[in-house]
């Protein structure tokens, strides 16, 4: 039996006792497709669908009265699946709510946590961040008058791929105001230790804050132990909530009660806000950061995925996740050798995310010939082909299918056949 034969073997036993196996017949899937892109876009679930006709069907039935009434009240929507998602990121239910967009809720948290005083007023982030992070960081750099150029500190990589704690650490000087870092990084998937950066950035005054989108659903956290200011994110991936679903965010209970920094009425103080008070009482937890009215459309398939993730247990996910990437890496390594492919993601499980990056000079062509043979990934430029198998939907002969597509790819040139042309969503 050749390699390929026993690692198929192998994969279809891992397969039959998969305790997650039953969560894939809740998705959505494309006959003879392997979708790996879930880090970018997750697929929708039946439950999700569901709820999004629920919330229709609240809407048509109930009119107005659905803000108030009904199976889900809107007008508390957004804290309800805040209390739901809090278990994802180790969180009290009090310190999160869905509110928002990773973007926007950034914004809203520097307004609120940025601010620049005697000799600390620099933001430290890194080179590798994602660029609308780094330009809302920028954007609240001008808005005090200083210039991002000098008061943006990005931290180096050495290697392009990944960032080094130590480095990090001895960039937390006595002029950093705010850290803000990825806990999984876009493009190589590398995990962040956490726990240690928010020490060093408590034990430094400085305040810490983090981007979870691609960590979220994949990875578990312990915000509030660890002390983390703050943290943003997006439900689109790993929890499938839908494309420019609502995101979320979390504020450590230390700060709650304070005015946020982008005030708007739906983060008042439940029992006043329909005083129409034109002074704002901020409501006590991290609602107070929502702006205005939830979007209860975008918001109601969070509902129905996060009941798969209660469910399924993060702890199992992760588990899953780690071995279906390993095995994943196993098979580039045994059947890709000598064709080009470098893994950039750190190989450590402790270093490492939901997703396998490959970086290969060709990875723009080898993204499209890949999708024309039903495996679904992503490109991030300028070399790098991103592959998540997911928990939830993935199964380890999802990965082996993968592999084997895609080394034929490769030893038949196919991807050739197309243009180095990355398109406007690659
Ligand atoms: C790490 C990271 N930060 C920020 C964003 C921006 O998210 P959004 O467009 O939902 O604001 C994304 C994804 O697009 C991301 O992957
Ligand atoms: N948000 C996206 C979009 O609106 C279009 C295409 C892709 C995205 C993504 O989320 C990309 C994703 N954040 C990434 O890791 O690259």
């Given at each position: 039996m050749s390699g390929m034969d026993e690692q198929k073997k192998k994969a279809e036993a891992w397969d039959?006792?998969?305790?997650?196996?039953?969560?894939?017949?809740?998705?959505?899937?494309?006959?003879?497709?392997i979708?790996?892109?879930?880090?970018?876009?997750?697929?929708?679930?039946?439950?999700?669908?569901?709820?999004?006709?629920?919330?229709?069907?609240?809407?048509?039935?109930?009119?107005?009265?659905?803000?108030?009434?009904?199976?889900?009240?809107?007008?508390?929507?957004?804290?309800?699946?805040?209390?739901?998602?809090?278990?994802?990121?180790?969180?009290?239910?009090?310190?999160?709510?869905?509110?928002?967009?990773?973007?926007?809720?950034?914004?809203?948290?520097?307004?609120?946590?940025?601010?620049?005083?005697?000799?600390?007023?620099?933001?430290?982030?890194?080179?590798?961040?994602?660029?609308?992070?780094?330009?809302?960081?920028?954007?609240?750099?001008?808005?005090?008058?200083?210039?991002?150029?000098?008061?943006?500190?990005?931290?180096?990589?050495?290697?392009?791929?990944?960032?080094?704690?130590?480095?990090?650490?001895?960039?937390?000087?006595?002029?950093?105001?705010?850290?803000?870092?990825?806990?999984?990084?876009?493009?190589?998937?590398?995990?962040?230790?956490?726990?240690?950066?928010?020490?060093?950035?408590?034990?430094?005054?400085?305040?810490?804050?983090?981007?979870?989108?691609?960590?979220?659903?994949?990875?578990?956290?312990?915000?509030?132990?660890?002390?983390?200011?703050?943290?943003?994110?997006?439900?689109?991936?790993?929890?499938?909530?839908?494309?420019?679903?609502?995101?979320?965010?979390?504020?450590?209970?230390?700060?709650?009660?304070?005015?946020?920094?982008?005030?708007?009425?739906?983060?008042?103080?439940?029992?006043?806000?329909?005083?129409?008070?034109?002074?704002?009482?901020?409501?006590?937890?991290?609602?107070?950061?929502?702006?205005?009215?939830?979007?209860?459309?975008?918001?109601?398939?969070?509902?129905?995925?996060?009941?798969?993730?209660?469910?399924?247990?993060?702890?199992?996910?992760?588990?899953?996740?780690?071995r279906l990437t390993r095995f994943l890496m196993e098979l580039v390594e045994t059947q890709l050798a000598g064709l080009g492919f470098a893994i950039?993601?750190?190989r450590?499980?402790?270093?490492?995310?939901?997703?396998v990056?490959l970086?290969?000079?060709?990875?723009?062509?080898?993204?499209?010939?890949?999708?024309?043979?039903?495996v679904?990934?992503?490109?991030?430029?300028?070399?790098?082909?991103?592959l998540?198998p997911?928990?939830?939907?993935?199964s380890y002969l999802d990965v082996w299918e993968a592999v084997r597509r895609l080394k034929r790819i490769m030893e038949e040139?196919?991807?050739?056949?197309?243009?180095?042309?990355?398109?406007?969503?690659?």
């Open positions: 039959r006792e998969d305790p997650l196996s039953r969560f894939r017949e809740e998705f959505y899937l494309t006959e003879g497709q979708y790996l892109d879930g880090n970018s876009l997750g697929l929708l679930s039946k439950r999700a669908e569901k709820e999004v006709f629920h919330t229709l069907g609240s809407w048509r039935k109930h009119g107005v009265d659905g803000w108030t009434g009904g199976e889900s009240p809107w007008f508390t929507l957004s804290e309800r699946l805040g209390a739901m998602t809090a278990p994802l990121v180790g969180a009290d239910a009090q310190e999160v709510v869905a509110t928002g967009s990773t973007t926007v809720n950034l914004h809203q948290l520097l307004a609120t946590f940025y601010r620049p005083e005697g000799s600390r007023t620099r933001i430290l982030a890194d080179a590798l961040n994602f660029p609308s992070d780094i330009y809302a960081m920028q954007s609240h750099i001008r808005l005090h008058g200083l210039d991002p150029s000098e008061h943006l500190i990005r931290v180096t990589s050495e290697d392009g791929h990944t960032l080094n704690e130590e480095t990090i650490i001895e960039a937390m000087t006595d002029e950093v105001a705010l850290v803000v870092l990825s806990a999984v990084l876009y493009r190589s998937g590398q995990l962040l230790d956490m726990e240690r950066l928010t020490r060093a950035a408590r034990e430094r005054g400085i305040r810490i804050g983090w981007d979870l989108c691609h960590s979220i659903g994949a990875v578990p956290h312990r915000l509030t132990e660890w002390g983390a200011d703050f943290a943003f994110w997006c439900n689109y991936k790993y929890l499938n909530s839908g494309p420019g679903g609502v995101g979320g965010l979390f504020v450590h209970q230390r700060h709650h009660g304070r005015i946020p920094g982008l005030a708007g009425w739906f983060g008042s103080d439940k029992a006043v806000q329909f005083d129409m008070a034109h002074r704002f009482t901020p409501a006590a937890d991290a609602g107070a950061f929502q702006i205005g009215t939830p979007h209860v459309l975008s918001l109601a398939p969070l509902q129905g995925s996060l009941e798969l993730f209660h469910e399924a247990g993060m702890e199992r996910i992760r588990e899953k996740s780690l950039v993601n750190p450590d499980d402790a270093r490492r995310g939901g997703h990056a970086a290969h000079q060709e990875a723009v062509r080898i993204a499209h010939a890949l999708k024309d043979h039903g679904i990934p992503d490109f991030r430029s300028p070399d790098i082909v991103r998540a997911v928990a939830l939907y993935n040139k196919d991807y050739e056949r197309f243009e180095k042309k990355r398109g406007v969503v690659a």
